[in-house]
């Protein structure tokens, strides 16, 4: 149990790959937060896996879905969310994201690369050059994901629960009041 959230909730934002669902899980049990992640949902509510829906429907009903998640999300508190890679994308996500704190994790490029490699369950990873468009993602989300309360960077030489022990220190230091 924490008490230096008051409840908040913590929205973890960030590219494909950085970790938002693994280091999620843990910071929520560390904080004791129930764990929300909002591809999850949308997988239950529909029934099909990320892919399959943009494959069926398209990345905008997708895109529309993932702000309904959202916004029904933003209802409750203590609760630990892992957004996916494109919520920064749309100006009214942010209208919910600031009803908590929210956490950018941030790992490079080409590390994020190696993890997604033999992945084939990002449907906008299915290229012909992966990496060229993870590239091209990056540069267009990166100032939008700049906007987070909290920046954590990290590489290979942190674990994932050295990282959520991270982003608890510096969510304390980003609510510390200035003086
Ligand atoms: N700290 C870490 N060190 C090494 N590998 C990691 C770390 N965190 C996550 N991974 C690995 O990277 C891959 C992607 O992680 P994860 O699914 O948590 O990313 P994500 O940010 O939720 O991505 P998406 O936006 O697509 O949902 C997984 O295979 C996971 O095991
Ligand atoms: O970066 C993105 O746009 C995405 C990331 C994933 O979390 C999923 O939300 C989906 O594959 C789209
Ligand atoms: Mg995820």
């Known amino acids: 149990m924490n008490d230096f ?3 908040s909730n913590v929205y973890l934002i960030g590219m494909m790959g950085a970790g938002k669902t693994t280091v999620g899980k843990l910071l929520a049990a ?3 937060y129930r764990f929300m992640d909002t591809d999850a949902v949308i997988e239950q509510v529909t029934g099909l896996p990320i892919a399959e829906l943009f494959a069926q429907s398209g990345e905008e009903a997708f895109r529309q879905m993932e702000s309904q998640v959202l916004a029904e999300l933003c209802a409750y508190t203590r609760l630990t969310i892992a957004t996916g890679g494109g919520i920064v994308l749309k100006r009214e996500n ?5 009803h908590g704190i929210v956490v950018w994790l941030d790992v490079p490029v080409e590390q994020l690369q190696t ?9 906008l990873l299915q290229d012909a050059d992966p990496a060229t468009k993870l590239q091209a993602l990056l540069e267009q989300r990166q100032p939008l994901y700049a906007q987070a309360d909290v920046h954590i960077r990290y590489d290979v030489a942190e ?3 050295e990282v959520a022990k991270r ?5 304390k230091q980003a609510l510390k009041p200035s003086v």
């Open 159 to 161: 674990t994932s629960e």
């Open 94 to 98: 942010w209208g919910y994201l600031r």
């Open 167 to 171: 982003a608890i220190e510096q969510i």
């Open 5 to 7: 959230l008051k409840g």
């Open 115 to 123: 993890r997604l490699q033999a992945d084939t369950t990002r449907p």
């Open 30 to 32: 560390q904080l004791g």
